[in-house]
């Protein structure tokens, strides 16, 4: 084998590994919007939280492309929407944090 040819194999073997890691970086960013969008969307609903969370769960199975289906289990996606559901609620409990904050520094000042 010449090195050109180990050269070209290697890079063949890059662009795949590369073109894998991209795609998984597209449909993780895809899931975590649809997530997100999803848990907005079921705050609308008078559900309680389990309700709430088979409905996020649901939309989420439309998106995620049919040849991935099988090697993702619904504890994951529910796992996948508990976390971001935590981590939009730390970032509104920060927020109105920090307007109480402000707002008590306006009256103060």
Do not use: C, H, W
């Not at 010449?2 to 449909?27: C, N, P, Q, R, T």
């Amino acid at each position: 084998m010449s090195v050109g040819e180990i050269v070209s194999i290697v890079l063949a073997v890059l662009v795949v590994v590369f073109g894998f890691v991209s795609y998984y970086f597209y449909i993780r960013n895809k899931i975590q919007q649809a997530i997100a969008s999803g848990i907005d969307n079921a705050e609308e609903l008078e559900q309680i939280g389990e309700e709430k969370m088979a409905v996020v769960i649901s939309a989420l199975k439309q998106i995620i492309p049919a040849i991935v289906r099988p090697f993702i289990s619904d504890s994951l996606l529910e796992s996948l929407v508990q976390s971001v559901f935590d981590s939009m609620k730390a970032f509104a409990e920060k927020r109105v944090q920090k307007d109480l904050q402000e707002e008590t520094q306006n009256e103060e000042g």
